[in-house]
């Protein structure tokens, strides 16, 4: 029970999250979140992939695909929380499981902000969606890499490091997360007052 949800096209996140009062994040606020405080590190955790020895993420060891070692102690996914937070209290945000973001995938997003001139302050991403790989179809960003993601193939699960889904797509190695704005916080907080309600 305690494992990321998984097999989630990108409309079951979205009804998810509408049924719970939230939202999926945009790219921009993944990637804040996931460095955790941290700037221009290589991980989330710093530049190291394993400090001290230690796995810092659910990732793929071995040799890829056929031999996957579960040397960090999981050879599918892991439980929530079964590696160090990051720098915001957040787990899991590399490794374990990729997890949809609301942004459109187009692999020159960036660079055409950069070409313009435009300051990239929290992006809210692309208005259409472009895969050259297979033009026509729509996609959207995922964040954080999984499980299956190694240095070998698609290590991913550096902090930069993103992929792309078809909206009808769920895997077993697919999932999310909802956030929610921080004005609705000091909304709840007010109305409680208002009505004398206490949590």
């Given at each position: 029970?305690?494992?990321?949800?998984?097999?989630?096209?990108?409309?079951?996140?979205?009804?998810?999250?509408?049924?719970?009062?939230?939202?999926?994040?945009?790219?921009?606020?993944?990637?804040?979140?996931?460095?955790?405080?941290?700037?221009?590190?290589?991980?989330?955790?710093?530049?190291?992939?394993?400090?001290?020895?230690?796995?810092?993420?659910?990732?793929?060891?071995?040799?890829?695909?056929?031999?996957?070692?579960?040397?960090?102690?999981?050879?599918?996914?892991?439980?929530?929380?079964?590696?160090?937070?990051?720098?915001?209290?957040?787990?899991?945000?590399?490794?374990?499981?990729?997890?949809?973001?609301?942004?459109?995938?187009?692999?020159?997003?960036?660079?055409?902000l950069a070409a313009n001139g435009e300051v990239a302050?929290?992006?809210?991403?692309?208005?259409?969606?472009?895969?050259?790989?297979?033009?026509?179809?729509?996609?959207?960003?995922?964040?954080?890499?999984?499980?299956?993601?190694?240095?070998?193939?698609?290590?991913?699960?550096?902090?930069?490091?993103?992929?792309?889904?078809?909206?009808?797509?769920?895997?077993?190695?697919?999932?999310?997360?909802?956030?929610?704005?921080?004005?609705?916080?000091?909304?709840?907080?007010?109305?409680?007052?208002?009505?004398?309600?206490?949590?």
């Amino acid at each position: 029970m305690n494992h990321p949800v998984v097999h989630i096209a990108y409309e079951d996140a979205l009804a998810y999250c509408k049924w719970a009062g939230k939202r999926l994040p945009t790219e921009a606020e993944f990637e804040f979140a996931s460095r955790g405080g941290l700037d221009r590190k290589r991980y989330d955790w710093g530049d190291d992939f394993m400090p001290g020895g230690k796995h810092m993420a659910n990732t793929f060891q071995g040799h890829f695909p056929d031999t996957n070692t579960g040397e960090d102690g999981y050879r599918g996914t892991a439980p929530v929380g079964s590696f160090p937070a990051n720098g915001y209290g957040l787990f899991d945000m590399a490794g374990n499981v990729w997890e949809w973001t609301s942004d459109w995938y187009r692999p020159d997003y960036y660079q055409t902000l950069a070409a313009n001139g435009e300051v990239a302050i929290n992006p809210k991403g692309p208005a259409d969606s472009l895969d050259p790989n297979e033009p026509g179809v729509q996609k959207r960003v995922q964040r954080g890499g999984s499980f299956l993601c190694t240095h070998q193939y698609c290590a991913r699960y550096i902090a930069g490091g993103r992929g792309k889904g078809e909206l009808d797509t769920g895997t077993n190695h697919l999932g999310f997360r909802c956030v929610r704005d921080g004005g609705q916080r000091v909304e709840k907080a007010e109305a409680a007052r208002n009505t004398g309600w206490r949590p």
